[in-house]
């Protein structure tokens, strides 16, 4: 299936490595040319390199904290006009509802939230004067289905979720779409980490953690970033333009839910 986006432009947030460079690699195998981002320059420079080599496609990448003014300023500024936008970053630490401060509130909120809208409010007039534009933004399955370590998660991206149900039908109209994806768990360094912790916390090995959590799992496994970027590489095809606000679950069925 053509999706139709060859030598669209697309930034893609937090892709170095996990569900943000699945989304980046997907895009590219159709064609679409791409401004990557992290922090860390080394492992970011890497996967250019390799999706460079692998789908011939343009890729300027930019070593910045998105979560911050200046890292978002440096990263817009070399986007230029884009087609595409995948909100990502990092997600917040786990803990007990009981620790969270104002300043924790503050800095999930800033990354998970206010980082996405910020980009969002930066790209969509472009988009919206040239009359075509998709945003993905990653969230999480918490959005659904709270998981309750992560009470800063579940809090920050409900809040960037109200944000894109009504922001979604204000821009639909311009030929703008945007929706979010909620990833359940995925073989990514940050599932290591949430496995490291549950781990820990129970006095079992990374291994057993791991093996008890796929058993919560209907598909009985954790999901992949390709099937991650496959979804939002279709979220961001001509054929999405009638998908208008919607969270879409990638979880292998563990939220056991009807609708
Ligand atoms: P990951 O494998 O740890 O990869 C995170 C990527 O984001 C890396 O490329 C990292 O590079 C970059 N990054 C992190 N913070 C950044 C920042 N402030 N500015 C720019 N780049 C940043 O994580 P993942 O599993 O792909 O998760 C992506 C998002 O999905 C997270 O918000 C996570 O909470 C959420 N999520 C993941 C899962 C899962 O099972 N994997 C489930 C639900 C939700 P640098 O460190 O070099 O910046």
Redesign the pocket.
């Known amino acids: 299936m053509d999706l139709g986006i060859a030598g669209k432009r697309a930034l893609v ?9 699945g989304c980046a690699e997907m895009l590219a195998a159709n064609g679409v040319n791409l401004v990557m ?4 320059a080394e ?2 420079e890497q996967a250019a390199a390799e999706i460079r080599a692998a789908h011939g496609v343009e890729v300027t990448t930019v070593a ?4 911050t003014d200046a ?1 978002r300023a440096a990263v817009l500024e070399a986007a230029g006009a884009l087609d595409i936008l995948v909100t ?4 917040p630490p786990p803990g007990l509802w009981s620790d969270w401060e104002r300043e924790d509130f503050i800095k999930a909120l800033d ?2 939230m206010l980082t996405p809208i910020a980009l969002m409010k930066a790209v969509l007039p472009g988009m919206m004067e040239r009359g075509w534009g998709r945003v993905v933004n ?1 969230t ?3 959005v659904k289905s709270p998981i309750p370590v992560l009470g800063l ?1 579940n809090s920050a991206r409900a809040g960037l979720t109200g944000y894109v149900a009504g922001t979604s039908r204000q821009v639909a109209g311009s030929g703008v779409v945007i929706n979010n994806l909620l ?4 073989a ?4 290591i980490s ?1 496995d490291t912790g549950a781990a820990e916390a129970q006095g079992i090995s990374l291994e057993e953690a791991k093996t008890r959590r796929e058993a919560t799992i209907p598909a009985g496994r ?1 999901g992949t ?1 390709e099937e991650f970027g496959a979804a939002c590489a279709f979220l961001c095809s001509q054929y999405a333009g009638f998908i208008v606000g919607q969270n879409l679950l990638l979880d292998g069925g563990a939220v056991n839910s009807t609708l």
């Open positions: 947030c937090a892709s170095s490595k996990g569900l943000g460079r981002n992290a922090r860390g492992a970011l910045a904290d998105i979560t890292g990502n970053a990092g997600g990354a998970n990653i999480s399955q918490s998660s990833p359940g768990i995925h990514t360094d940050r599932a949430l954790y970033a």
